[in-house]
């Protein structure tokens, strides 16, 4: 039985790595600033789209933590409205991102779709 992969954006033009859409909980950090907490929106083993407070400009190096991982060095490549692109310095296993993905995703609510044919009493 296959399993359906929901959220992956495919490889775009420039991009070297397919983006899984995400909703993680994060910390941003630039070198010597204080953390700010941050959403990671999408994620792929070569980097992250993130919405925060931080005023990241391009070219910055920040690292990023989420819980369970070591803090990821990475660079800003683009910023805009509170939201930013960076990609990381060393590259994320595969398999990590799949966890990361995995770990974010919630079971459906229960009896939130009735059996069709049954009526209710």
Do not use: Y
């Amino acid at each position: 039985m296959s399993r359906a992969q929901l959220a992956i954006l495919p490889v775009a033009e420039g991009r070297q790595a397919e983006r899984r859409i995400v909703n993680l909980a994060a910390r941003l950090r630039e070198p010597g600033a204080t953390i700010v907490d941050a959403e990671v929106l999408n994620l792929s083993t070569d980097g992250f789209m993130a919405e925060s407070d931080l005023d990241v400009a391009p070219g910055a190096n920040v690292w990023l933590k989420l819980p369970g991982l070591e803090p990821q060095n990475s660079t800003c490549a683009w910023a805009e409205e509170g939201k930013a692109g960076f990609r990381f310095a060393a590259p994320l296993h595969p398999a990590t991102v799949e966890m990361l993905a995995e770990a974010n995703r919630k079971p459906p609510v229960k009896g939130h779709f009735g059996v069709m044919g049954q009526q209710r009493r």
